[in-house]
């Protein structure tokens, strides 16, 4: 017998971004729920359209697998009295468990004795927790702002409206949302039928698309792919690439036609930025570029429905963009007619943070941190603070208030037009970056400087008064403001420490509120390292050697970011196993040891002086490939050193009786120690 099962939701139009991460929890939620129950399946697949969720089960158990569970009860000790007679504890326990003595058994653990029994579960049809499982599964969602209608306690992101379910070829008996399971699905919302009745599980998805429904969405995606690259090659260029979008519109539409449409040439004359944003964020509409990779006055755009029409279509889009277009021409133009530092006064009128003063406080505390980095880094102080100046002044434009998303472009583009040069004018666009995972990061020495400015001055400022992230809560973006400083750091190759511009920005802090220093000072660090933590184990670094690494706490971000990537590939090596146990053997005895100074005249073995001896003539080398941040190679010129080491410790006693020996003896391990540990704590290393 087929044991098949489909359940179709039917809904109300879900919002594109929530519809992959549900399909995603929905098949997490369901696998986990079956385990738990003892019901088998092959398989999950879930397709998705903006008004249904439908999930198919391949091969669902048609009852419970059989089990027994084996049930800890009270110790023997007390589970009987002196007479051997069962105490009011086991009495209990057989009761609960609605078992007789004649089932218990008792198994030895440890020392003490226990009872057991061994109970058989029921099992039952997997049709009669259907209800259950799928109630359950809608109730682990979790929305921003879900709804309830119809008296419904579970919420969802929209309204229910129809469910259909088949398994074992027919109409299970479950109601849900007050609605009944049935075998009656719907087509598009304009071209499809109302009704649609389902036989059997085969012919779902065809009937579905006989009625303009395409259900899977990784089909229609490719789909909408394909009719996009060929209205782009008919227009003689091609569609610019963007995944995201093409996911937000595969999720928009049940059965796409894509066509295109024109703009006024004149427009092309605006920065490019101010007409892609009106088209993708917006509009959800596709550039076209030509051959060139210029931007063309034309557009794709996809319809949920056939061609019918297709004409007016066309020219209502292209209506809507127009208007669009030339709002944005007018705010670039009054923008334009004004310098960018002519804007900066009216930064005061924007508060940045309740007690943290306004946009023009932040950016004149920018102002101040960026020319402290620029000394550290000797970096042009002149364009580095003219850059913080004006980073924020587009903030005030029209055309920033309308499309938020081109604060920095715009600032840019209108640096360029007030006359300010090539360093200030990028620097005030990279000072965003990076604005998300897996953005570019700036790349001019002014745009570095104010980037990590701004960043750092936003977390040293919202720490100093008290709000962090937590678990589940960052609305201040905190953590991406740390990873975009640390992937800075990382791809800038500064050799300066982290503590030092966390210690700069915090300081400015200290005569605008109270606050204990050392205490937030310690908490931003330790939030830092946190994060440094992520960025090497996104990279699929070991996590003893990140912990190895940034537990040594003793170099600059770039630094470690080297020492965990090739102590990686160090560790990679055969020989590498034969030189931990030495290392680790040395970070042992050497851990409660200060650094002292070795009294050679201590000597009184052979053996440490020809260890010392190969340590001092091996040393220079180490710590000239440690400089370079060859920290493989000095790696490899440490394990040269093995076999003195271990002759050492085989022949030597350390715990010498004499204290001096002793503790000069110790001194010479701490003092290997060190070096080794200038690399990385190999105490930490899993072996």
């Known amino acids: 017998m087929n044991n098949d099962l489909l359940l179709e939701l039917g809904t109300e139009e879900i919002p594109a971004r929530f519809i992959s991460s549900t399909k995603k929890s929905m098949k997490s939620f369901l696998e986990k729920k079956l385990s738990e129950l003892r019901i088998q399946f092959d398989s999950i697949e879930i397709k998705c359209t903006p008004r249904r969720f439908a999930i198919f089960i391949k091969n669902l158990a048609n009852t419970q697998q059989a089990s027994t569970e084996e049930i800890k009860g009270p110790a023997k000790k007390i589970a009987f009295d002196e007479n051997g007679n069962p105490s009011k504890a086991l009495q209990g326990f057989l009761k609960s468990k609605n078992v007789t003595i004649d089932d218990i058994k008792i198994v030895q653990k440890g020392k003490e004795e226990y009872v057991f029994v061994v109970k058989t579960l029921e099992t039952s049809d997997t049709v009669n927790y259907l209800k259950e499982i799928f109630e359950q599964m809608i109730d682990s969602l979790s929305f921003p702002k879900p709804m309830r209608w119809g008296g419904n306690k579970i919420k969802f992101i929209r309204p229910i409206r129809w469910i259909l379910c088949l398994y074992q070829g027919k109409v299970p008996n479950f109601e849900m949302f007050s609605l009944n399971a049935a075998n009656l699905t719907r087509g598009h919302r304009f071209l499809g039928e109302s009704y649609i009745e389902i036989n059997s599980i085969d012919e779902y998805e065809e009937k579905l698309e006989q009625n303009y429904v395409i259900l899977d969405d990784t089909k229609r995606r490719e789909l909408i792919r394909k009719q996009i690259v060929e209205v782009a090659e008919k227009l003689g260029g091609e569609y610019m690439q963007d995944e995201d979008l093409l996911e937000e519109v595969n999720y928009i539409v049940e059965y796409p036609t894509a066509l295109y449409g024109e703009f006024k040439e004149e427009y092309l004359k605006l920065p490019k930025e101010t007409i892609i944003t009106p088209m993708k964020e917006h509009q959800r509409y596709f550039p076209v570029l030509d051959k060139n990779g210029n931007l063309m006055n034309k557009f794709i755009t996809v319809r949920n429905g056939n061609d019918y029409m297709i004409e007016n279509v066309k020219k209502g889009n292209e209506k809507v963009l127009d208007a669009r277009l030339s709002d944005a021409k007018f705010f670039y133009e009054q923008d334009t007619a004004k310098k960018l530092e002519s804007y900066v006064p009216r930064l005061q009128t924007i508060v940045y943070h309740e007690k943290l003063g306004t946009m023009h406080d932040k950016m004149l505390r920018i102002q101040k941190l960026s020319e402290e980095f620029a000394y550290i880094l000797n970096v042009d102080k002149n364009d580095t603070s003219r850059a913080a100046l004006l ?297």
């Open 391 to 687: 980073c924020k002044a587009d903030l005030t434009t029209s055309m920033v208030f309308e499309f938020t998303e081109l604060q920095g472009i715009m600032g840019r583009y209108y640096a360029k037009v007030s006359g300010e040069n090539e360093n200030v004018a990028n620097a005030i666009y990279e000072h965003y970056l990076p604005r998300f995972a897996g953005d570019e990061l700036p790349q001019s020495k002014v745009g570095i400087l104010l980037s990590l400015a701004d960043k750092l001055d936003s977390i040293a400022g919202f720490f100093s008064v008290g709000i962090k992230p937590t678990g589940s809560q960052d609305p201040y973006a905190l953590r991406r403001l740390a990873l975009g400083v640390l992937n800075t750091l990382i791809d800038s190759k500064i050799d300066t420490r982290l503590q030092l511009f966390v210690e700069i920005a915090l300081k400015q802090f200290e005569d605008k509120h109270k606050f204990d220093f050392n205490e937030v000072y310690n908490e931003i660090l330790e939030f830092m390292k946190l994060r440094l933590k992520n960025i090497f184990l996104d990279k699929k670094i070991r996590y003893d050697v990140v912990d190895s690494v940034i537990d040594n706490n003793i170099s600059t971000v770039y630094e470690l970011s080297q020492k965990a990537v090739q102590l990686e590939k160090w560790l990679k090596l055969p020989e590498s196993t034969s030189c931990l146990n030495t290392f680790a053997r040395i970070s042992n005895i050497s851990k409660d040891v200060k650094k002292a100074e070795v009294n050679t005249e201590l000597f009184d073995q052979k053996e440490e002086q020809e260890l010392f001896g190969a340590y001092n003539n091996a040393t220079p080398k180490i710590y000239e490939l440690i400089s370079a941040k060859q920290y493989e190679q000095s790696l490899d010129e440490i394990a040269k050193l093995r076999p003195f080491i271990d002759n050492y410790f085989e022949k030597v006693m350390v715990m010498d009786n004499n204290e001096d020996i002793k503790q000069n003896r110790l001194a010479t391990i701490a003092t290997i120690r060190d070096t080794i540990e200038e690399i990385a704590d190999f105490s930490k290393i899993v072996q």
